[in-house]
DNA sequence: TTCCATGTTCCGCA
DNA sequence: TTGCGGAACATGGA
């Protein structure tokens, strides 16, 4: 579930597992992946070197291996990180591997292959080449400058939220969580709030970060009153008598509740 | 078989 | 000109 969350919990298993150990080899890069490099290219650029320190900026992840030399991971619908299980055979839907002098492997895997892997000298100019907006939970710690953010968009509020130019790091499930634990239907005009409900709302989002990442994006399962454990058309809503119901907004699959949404 | 799926990008339209 | 919504993309599972 490669939204802001899960992107920070692959980070923290980079930091706990991963940093400062020397890269062997970079292998079975999948070019349907590279973006602007070549498995070759990739492999000379990692091969000798170690992550120095990470960085997660909305659902990108930044590995540095030098002063100016970022590896960058982007997760698309299905990406994620683990380790190779000893004298276990590579699968199909590995996109890069990655060999440690320690004999340890990190897999990046992708079953959809709508990830991206990439290199950048700096991270600011990979996001600003992007276009993306601040990361929402870095904005976490100003609220009337989150709220701020929030105003001038004309679309519904699903899409303001999933809009990553204006905030980088929310997809089609925590948007769909944070509308539902605010009581607003995700085709609410986003220009139909006022001051006070731009502060609730980031206000929301940011609670739904933060938990979302306490319980390890899932791992540690999710609380009781969210949407996430029952994101299923027809399934109890657990605030209200309402059923939870699937609609498309912005083309996305969405669910909500059409009891206490309105 | 058809639909749906957590991602971004591109195109047409207002 | 700008921003928004929907289709397309690649692949697998229900």
């Not at 080899?25 to 992550?51: H, V, Y």
């Amino acid at each position: 579930m490669p939204e802001l969350p899960d992107v920070q919990i692959f980070k923290e298993y980079l930091d706990t597992s991963f940093l400062d150990r020397k890269i062997v080899g970079a292998g079975k890069a999948d070019t349907q992946l590279l973006q602007g490099i070549s498995p070759e290219e990739l492999n000379r650029f990692l091969t000798g070197k170690s992550f120095i320190s990470t960085r997660r900026y909305g659902k990108y992840l930044f590995a540095r291996v030098a002063e100016d030399e970022f590896l960058v991971l982007h997760f698309g619908m299905t990406g994620f990180l683990r380790s190779l299980r000893k004298g276990e055979k590579i699968g199909s839907h590995v996109g890069l591997l990655l060999q440690f002098e320690d004999g340890s492997h990190l897999v990046y895997e992708s079953r959809r292959k709508l990830g991206r892997i990439s290199v950048t000298d700096t991270v600011e100019r990979f996001v600003s080449g992007r276009g993306l907006g601040p990361d929402a939970l870095e904005l976490c710690v100003d609220g009337a400058a989150f709220a701020e953010r929030l105003r001038g968009h004309r679309g519904s509020i699903k899409a303001l939220l999933m809009n990553q130019k204006a905030l980088a790091g929310i997809g089609n499930v925590y948007s769909d969580e944070i509308l539902f634990l605010m009581g607003v239907h995700p085709k609410k005009g986003a220009d139909e709030l006022n001051n006070k409900e731009r502060r609730t709302l980031a206000a929301k989002t940011c609670h739904v970060l933060k938990t979302a990442i306490g319980k390890h994006a899932g791992a540690d399962g999710w609380p009781q009153k969210w949407l996430l454990p029952r994101r299923k058309a027809g399934s109890a809503c657990p605030h209200c008598s309402g059923k939870i119901s699937r609609i498309t907004v912005s083309g996305r699959g969405t669910y909500f509740c059409s009891g206490h949404q309105s």
